[in-house]
């Protein structure tokens, strides 16, 4: 795993909650939303090392614990008090620390990251900075010679790449 997303909190930090939506499906949603725009914000080899973990206190009944949606592992956390608890449990015992980034505006969250050495960025920080990457890949592919390309097969260069993981924080 490489990016660790505290589900709820991003959910509630970004525009995907729509705050009048009511009744009993309106979380089922929204969490469909926001787990469609992560999706579109990262690429599928990130998606195949994304977790996603929600509180399950509002978990649904008939999803299991743990099931993957277009590559991300998605996770309610019914056995545990909260999904703060089960995110610090995953990243003390993340084998590679260093390589991982925790999105939450959570801070207690963030400390525990930051003493195992992982990357750490508030929901919104993290939410900008994606849909910034996708703005500049598509006027990079737009003006360049590749530009018959789609943004899926546009090879990146080895200081592009370079760039862009240190941006990142990987």
């Not at 963030?110 to 050495?117: Q, T």
């Amino acid at each position: 795993m490489r990016l660790l997303i505290d589900g709820y909190n991003l959910l509630f930090q970004s525009i995907v909650l729509d705050h009048s939506a009511q009744g009993k499906n309106a979380f089922r949603r929204a969490r469909g939303q926001l787990i469609q725009m992560v999706v579109d914000l990262i690429d599928e080899g990130l998606r195949n090392q994304t977790m996603i973990v929600f509180d399950a206190k509002i978990a649904p009944p008939n999803l299991p614990d743990r099931y993957l949606q277009h590559g991300i592992q998605i996770v309610f956390a019914r056995d545990w008090d909260s999904a703060d608890e089960l995110i610090q449990t995953e990243i003390r015992k993340h084998p590679t620390p260093k390589l991982l980034t925790v999105v939450s505006s959570d801070h207690a969250i963030h400390r525990k990251a930051l003493a195992r050495g992982a990357q750490v960025l508030d929901s919104d920080e993290w939410t900008d900075r994606q849909r910034e990457l996708r703005a500049r890949l598509i006027r990079d592919a737009a003006k360049g010679d590749d530009s018959t390309q789609s943004i899926k097969e546009r090879e990146l260069s080895a200081e592009e790449k370079a760039r862009w993981l240190n941006e990142f924080g990987f």
